[in-house]
Every structure is written in C-alpha cells, then in structure tokens.
C-alpha cells in the first residue's frame, strides 16, 4: 500500500515558496544534512566520489512531513547519510527536477551514483528501516561498481 501524495493532490492555497519549504523540513529532526542546491550537489558527489540521496517533497504533502520527521530522524538513517551528498528538492518551486526524474508522488527518494546514474527509488512514506535498507542498497550498488571498475583496469 502506497502512503504519499499525487501531484495535483494539493490543499488550495498550500503551495509555498522553496525557501519556506526547505526551511521546514530542515527545521524537522534530522533534517540538517540536506541541501536544497541540486546543481552544486551533483557537483559535490562527483567530486566526492558520493552517491546522491535526492528527497523529493512538498509543503503540502503531510506524508512528506511524516518522513521527514520519522525515517529521516532515524538515528542508522542521520548517520548512514554522511555517505551520500543529500538533497531536499521542494516540488513546487523546481517542478523541472520532478520532470527530470519523473517523479508523480510524494515523498519519494532517489538515489543516483557520483555520476548521476539511477540505483534505488522509493516512492510514497516509507520507515526509517526500509529507507536504511534501500541506502545500503544504493551503497553496495556503487561498491560492487566500483570493485567491478577496478578489476576491468588491472
């Protein structure tokens, strides 16, 4: 069972700006390790050599807030996420990165390589566990890639 919001699915008058947006959510526990700028992100976790944690979210999608709250203040979750450049994407105010990445529900999570290729993906409220979970998927993923790179050049 899927626990998220459409697009369209809005209180009238519920959209806000990305600013309010991020400041809500970032204000939310365990909040603090994103990012709002996907652009200088994705340049970071090239740089870093980090995968992407892309959290797409609204201001009016009370599910969004829920796991913000629960999943991403779990405790695993905060500290799993020093490995990943992570990124609060408010959907009304960049609805072009929604496009992009073809997002129609929220919360949904994506994860991508350094590179920006896709891993795992998570679409509607999900526990602090799965989300645990599908990180170290996401992880493992660029590991057994990276192991892979690594034998092709010896």
């Known amino acids: 069972?899927?626990?998220?919001?459409?697009?369209?699915?809005?209180?009238?008058?519920?959209?806000?700006?990305?600013?309010?947006?991020?400041a809500s959510a970032t204000g939310s526990r365990g909040m603090s390790m994103f990012t709002a700028d996907y652009a200088e992100a994705a340049q970071r976790?090239?740089?870093?050599?980090?995968?992407?944690?892309?959290f797409f979210t609204a201001e009016w999608c009370h599910f969004c807030h829920q796991m913000a709250d629960e999943a991403f203040g779990n405790s695993q979750?905060?500290?799993?996420?020093?490995?990943?450049?992570?990124v609060l994407i408010d959907a009304d105010a960049q609805p072009?990165?929604?496009?992009?990445?073809a997002v129609t529900a929220f919360p949904t999570v994506q994860f991508l390589?350094?590179?920006?290729?896709?891993?795992e993906r998570l679409v509607g409220k999900k526990p602090g566990h799965q989300l645990l979970m599908a990180m170290q998927a996401a992880l493992q993923h660029v590991a057994r890639h990276a192991l892979e790179t690594e034998t092709i050049r010896r």
């Open 1 to 22: 069972m899927l626990a998220g919001c459409e697009i369209g699915v809005e209180a009238p008058g519920a959209a806000t700006s990305a600013s309010a947006t991020a």
């Open 96 to 101: 072009a990165l929604c496009e992009r990445f």
């Open 113 to 119: 390589s350094s590179r920006g290729a896709p891993l």
């Open 77 to 86: 979750v905060r500290s799993l996420s020093n490995h990943f450049v992570c």
């Open 45 to 54: 976790a090239a740089r870093e050599g980090k995968p992407l944690l892309l």
